[in-house]
């Protein structure tokens, strides 16, 4: 399946910068998969508009990115150090993404290694593995953004074929994500239940019996800061909780945090 949404979805203009910038980073030997509302289409089969274009690069590949489009002419920003980067140009702006906002999802090896190949606007590409979509989308819960319907959708399309063994690796400590989301599938799609492999919801509830019948975490640590750093702010800002996003817990520095903070909170 081609990634093309419905082309009166996106610009015309928008589309040749697309184009023109995704062969700037061929021609500079710069591996990048494209993510998205591009990626969703094709995972999902569920067309929809979007403002961008969401390219993911493994980290130590950032720099040389930015200087090709800088060196073909492009407006080329490192925006957050932790895991954004922005190209513009006068008729659109492409998302680089290397990790996630909470630190979560880095962009490794894996991502590329299962990435499959697929036309974008008449470019053939590889295309971010769904498992990795799922990955990252899971933890979206802000409140003017909720990523769990892609989720859904994703799992709908691919569940029966899914490397449910890799996903549920990805999550790591993080599994009760994952689990929520299946027994939100499973509400929200009863007749597509099957598309879970029930060793999967086994595992996990397996994972939760102990949790349940065990005394709380000793640490006060708020992990909502994972899913939505806007409405779990007060807990952390008022000292009751740790943040899970800074280290040791998560992956990010207080420095980190507070630039990422800053900058959404405009």
Request: glycine residues 8%; aromatic residues 10%; negative net charge.
């Amino acid at each position: 399946m081609g990634l093309s949404p419905t082309h009166s979805l996106v610009e015309t203009p928008s589309r040749a910068f697309y184009r023109e910038a995704m062969d700037v980073l061929s021609r500079a030997g710069v591996p990048f998969l494209v993510g998205g509302t591009f990626a969703f289409v094709h995972q999902a089969g569920i067309d929809r508009s979007t403002k961008d274009l969401d390219i993911f690069v493994r980290p130590g590949d950032v720099h040389p990115l930015l200087g090709a489009c800088a060196a073909a002419g492009y407006e080329a920003d490192l925006v957050f150090s932790h895991w954004l980067a922005k190209i513009r140009a006068p008729t659109g702006f492409i998302d680089v993404i290397f990790s996630s906002g909470n630190g979560i999802a880095a962009v490794d090896e894996g991502w590329f290694e299962h990435a499959t190949e697929s036309e974008v606007l008449g470019v053939t590409v590889k295309v971010a593995p769904p498992e990795e979509s799922i990955w990252s989308k899971s933890f979206v819960m802000e409140r003017e953004r909720y990523d769990g319907a892609d989720v859904t959708h994703i799992i709908l399309a691919h569940g029966e074929r899914l490397d449910w063994r890799r996903l549920i690796d990805r999550f790591g400590t993080h599994w009760r994500v994952l689990l929520s989301h299946l027994v939100l599938f499973g509400f929200i799609y009863p007749s597509a239940r099957s598309r879970v492999p029930p060793w999967v919801l086994h595992e996990l509830a397996q994972r939760l019996t102990p949790e349940i019948d065990g005394p709380d975490a000793e640490e006060p640590v708020c992990y909502g800061t994972l899913l939505s750093w806007s409405q779990y702010l007060g807990d952390v800002l008022g000292g009751s909780f740790r943040d899970a996003r800074i280290r040791p817990y998560g992956n990010l520095t207080a420095e980190e945090v507070a630039r990422w903070t800053s900058a959404d909170k405009k």
